[in-house]
């Protein structure tokens, strides 16, 4: 099938399909730009496309609510997803985009014998789209790829499963697009730093890049979950962006003590009602955490409000 430039989006479901369909926009000297979503898109997702657009001739958003990111007690059956909604917003960003990848279930290997091989078969089709990382024998998969340190501070130590879910579906997204440039939000900081080494630690020759966080006009990081929040809810989430970027003009007035600069974000917090996961100081690329800012940092923040949990950060270079 050969790649197209009209305003589609054309959907993709089957993985060789996918992968034929990348193949031969390289045979056609094309380069292909991938954006992973998980749906439910809004501007930042978009922000992430028109990125893609601009580095890459064609584009392929993947569509997919990857069950092995989420632990059973997390919020897989209610994560929200409008699959039209999604095509009709796409359709709109300029230039548009060419593939949408959205496979019924990325676990299900079909009838194919283990290491058969990549001829024939293997369709999405079928499969429980409802099963999630632990429950492995059900999945009948047990490759994860682990990114060891990067994947253990922050949201992994209260989400201890999420990082190899996205490490293993992220890798899988690869092999099956083949892109030459995967575009991630910088929300998702850690998740952008994991994605960047596996992509050097496994010598995959894509270009990862990160791209700014994107906010609502009070402020608020833009996330899939945000429409779980009641509007009193989302009234308090904005002590969040806000304490964070009260934290950054500090670092420029000289403040340099990490412990002074998380104790005001908490109370910020904490005092708008909201449950802190954790306020973390880190390098930018190690992720380790700092005691002063001497070097390039990023500020990062999970806390709940209500039932949801709502991660930002703020990078500080200094
Ligand atoms: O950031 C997300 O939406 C997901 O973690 C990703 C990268 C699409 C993997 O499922």
């Known amino acids: ?27 056609q000297g094309k380069t292909i730009g991938l954006v992973p979503t998980m749906g439910f898109l809004h501007e930042g997702h978009l922000s992430l496309v028109l ?6 001739d064609v584009v392929v958003v993947s569509v997919y609510v990857n069950p092995g990111q989420f632990a059973p007690s ?18 709109a960003v300029p230039g548009g985009v060419d593939v949408v990848f959205h496979p019924h279930d990325l676990y299900d290997y079909g009838q194919r014998e283990v290491g058969g091989g990549v001829g024939g078969g293997g369709g999405d089709s079928g499969g429980n789209g409802s099963v999630s990382c632990l429950e492995e024998k059900s999945l009948g998969h047990e490759t994860w790829v682990r990114v060891d340190r990067l994947e253990k501070g922050m949201c992994g130590k209260s989400r201890p499963v999420f990082f190899r879910g996205v490490a293993t579906v992220v890798t899988k997204l690869f092999n099956i697009v083949e892109p030459d440039v995967g ?19 496994l010598d995959f020759s894509i270009q990862v890049i990160g791209s700014e966080v994107v906010r609502d006009h009070d402020g608020l990081a833009l996330s899939s979950r945000n429409v779980h929040l009641s509007p009193e809810e989302r009234e308090k989430a904005l002590s969040i ?41 880190v390098d930018q690329e190690s992720l380790e955490s700092v005691e002063e800012i001497r070097s390039p940092v990023v500020f990062c923040v999970a806390t709940w409000f209500g039932k949801v949990r709502l991660i930002d950060n703020i990078e500080i270079d200094v």
Do not use: H
């Not at 589609?8 to 045979?27: F, G, H, Q, Y």
């Open 1 to 27: 099938m050969a790649p197209s430039t009209k305003v589609l989006p054309l959907v993709i479901t089957d993985k060789a399909e996918m992968r034929e369909w990348s193949r031969s926009a390289r045979r």
């Open 51 to 56: 990125e893609a657009r601009r580095r890459a």
């Open 74 to 91: 997390e919020d897989l059956s209610t994560y929200p997803s409008d699959f039209e909604g999604d095509l009709s917003k796409l359709r």
């Open 183 to 201: 575009v991630f939000g910088k929300k998702d900081y850690q998740q952008w730093r994991i994605i960047r080494r596996l992509v050097r630690d």
């Open 241 to 281: 962006s806000r304490s964070l970027s009260r934290a950054k003009s500090a670092t420029e007035k000289g403040q340099v003590d990490c412990q002074n600069l998380k104790d005001s974000v908490i109370q910020a917090i904490q005092e708008a009602g909201g449950k802190i996961d954790y306020a973390e100081i």
